[in-house]
C-alpha cells in the first residue's frame, strides 16, 4: 500500500490524560500502519491505567485490538477505525462524528459504524473517522464552522487515503450533526460518490449546489430529531457567523431526502431501523431502493 496511508490524519487534543504521541509507522500498507496504532493505543490503555483513569484504559485497550489507521490518546482523544477489508472492498463508507464525540464517548460512535458494517456484510468497508476536536453540543463552538473548518484538511486527507489504500472503491461520506458542517467544508472537489447529511444543523451553504461537489447529496431527519427545532438561520455576529442557514431536508436545499423513520438525533443507525436501510442502499449505490 502507498505512502498516503502512513499521513497524519488528524491533530492533537489538549493534553490531560498521559498517552504517548501518535505513532509514525515505519512502513507503508495497511498491516504496518494497523500495527503501529494498535500498539500506541495498547500503551495509552497502561499510562491511562496508571494515571487511575480506568474508564479511558478501557478504551484504549479495546481500540488495542482494532484495525486503526490512527490513534491519538491524548487529551479528548481523536481515532480512525477501520471494519472490514478495506484493501479489497468494492465500496467504503466514511461515518463522521458529530458534538461531543471523543474517546470517553467513542463507544456510541463505534456502534454505529458495526451496526452498518453488520448490514452491509462483506461486500463494504467502514471506516470511523474520529479525526478532529469536536464541539461541545452546549458551547459556542458548536455554532459556527470553527471547529470544522479546522477538520475539513484532515477529512480530505482522510478520503485521500482511503482511495490510495483502496484503488477504484465507491467512497460516501455519512455525516451526523455537525459532522455535516464538516463534510460540507470539506466537500468541493473531493473524490467522493455520495455525502449524506443526518440530523444536520445546517451546513453553511444555502443550496447542495453551493457544496460544489459532483457527489449526490442526500438528507435525512429523524421524525423525533431535536434538530427539527433548531431555527435554521445564518447570522452576523461580532465579526463571525452563527448558524449554517438552510434546512438541509428542506425543498430549497435541493438535496436527494430519505426517510429515516421516527428515530431521534442518535437513531440514524440503529440496527432494524429505515434509516439504516437507506444508507445502506447509498453505500452500496442501490440509490433506485432509496426510499423517498
Not at 54 to 72: E, M, N, T
Not at 93 to 122: C, N
Request: hydrophobic content about 45%; overall charge positive; glycine content about 14%.
Amino acid at each position: 500500500m502507498a505512502g498516503a496511508v502512513v499521513l497524519p490524519l488528524a491533530g492533537a487534543g489538549p493534553a490531560r490524560v498521559p498517552a504517548p504521541p501518535p505513532a509514525v509507522p515505519a512502513a507503508a500498507g495497511l498491516d504496518a500502519v494497523y500495527a503501529a496504532h494498535r500498539d500506541n493505543a495498547r500503551e495509552a490503555a497502561r499510562m491511562a491505567g496508571a494515571y487511575g483513569d480506568r474508564k479511558r484504559a478501557a478504551v484504549d485497550r479495546a481500540l488495542g485490538a482494532g484495525q486503526l489507521l490512527y490513534f491519538d490518546g491524548r487529551g479528548d482523544g481523536q481515532v480512525t477505525e477501520v471494519f472490514g477489508d478495506l484493501a479489497r472492498a468494492g465500496r467504503v463508507a466514511v461515518l463522521v462524528p458529530g458534538s461531543d464525540t471523543g474517546l470517553d464517548t467513542y463507544g456510541r460512535f463505534r456502534a454505529a459504524a458495526l451496526a452498518l458494517h453488520e448490514r452491509l456484510g462483506g461486500r463494504a468497508a467502514v471506516v470511523a473517522w474520529l479525526g478532529y476536536e469536536t464541539p461541545g453540543t452546549f458551547s459556542t463552538a458548536v455554532a459556527t464552522t470553527g471547529r470544522a473548518e479546522e477538520a475539513a484538511p484532515r477529512l480530505r486527507r482522510l478520503v485521500d487515503a482511503v482511495r490510495e489504500a483502496t484503488g477504484r472503491a465507491r467512497v460516501s461520506l455519512l455525516c451526523h450533526s455537525y459532522g455535516s458542517v464538516v463534510c460540507a467544508e470539506a466537500a468541493p472537489g473531493l473524490d467522493v460518490a455520495d455525502i449524506a447529511l443526518l440530523g444536520s444543523p445546517g451546513t453553511g451553504a444555502g443550496t447542495a449546489a453551493g457544496l460544489r461537489t459532483r457527489a449526490r447529496v442526500w438528507a435525512a431527519r429523524g421524525g423525533q430529531d431535536w434538530v427539527g427545532n433548531v431555527p435554521h438561520l445564518s447570522v452576523g455576529l461580532l465579526g463571525t457567523t452563527v448558524g449554517f442557514g438552510t434546512d438541509p431536508v428542506s425543498p430549497a436545499f435541493g438535496a436527494r431526502v430519505f426517510a429515516a423513520g421516527d428515530g431521534g438525533h442518535g437513531d440514524y443507525f440503529a440496527p432494524g431501523s429505515v434509516s439504516l436501510a437507506n444508507l445502506t442502499r447509498i453505500v452500496l449505490g442501490d440509490t433506485r431502493a432509496v426510499t423517498p
